[in-house]
């Protein structure tokens, strides 16, 4: 996870994943999950944002 100013607000970053051979099928499974997780994740952070008065996304 890092976080970085960009103009008024901030960037965000989250990368996540495992590198083990045996893991590949599990990945390609979960991809679709993992996907739709990390966009609740940026629904959620831009909600508390509002919430806390903080720059809004352009």
Same mark, same amino acid.
């Given at each position: 996870? #890092?976080?970085? !100013?960009? @103009? +008024?607000?901030?960037? *965000?970053?989250?990368?996540?994943?495992?590198? $083990? &051979?045996?893991?590949?099928?599990?990945?390609? #499974?979960?991809? !679709?999950? @993992? +996907?739709?997780?990390? *966009?609740?994740?940026?629904?959620?952070?831009? $909600? &508390?944002?509002?919430?806390?008065?903080?720059?809004?996304?352009?």
């Amino acid at each position: 996870m #890092a976080t970085v !100013p960009e @103009g +008024r607000g901030t960037r *965000l970053a989250v990368l996540g994943g495992m590198c $083990r &051979r045996w893991s590949t099928p599990a990945q390609r #499974a979960l991809r !679709p999950v @993992g +996907r739709s997780r990390g *966009l609740l994740m940026v629904e959620r952070t831009v $909600r &508390r944002a509002e919430l806390r008065g903080g720059p809004q996304p352009a």
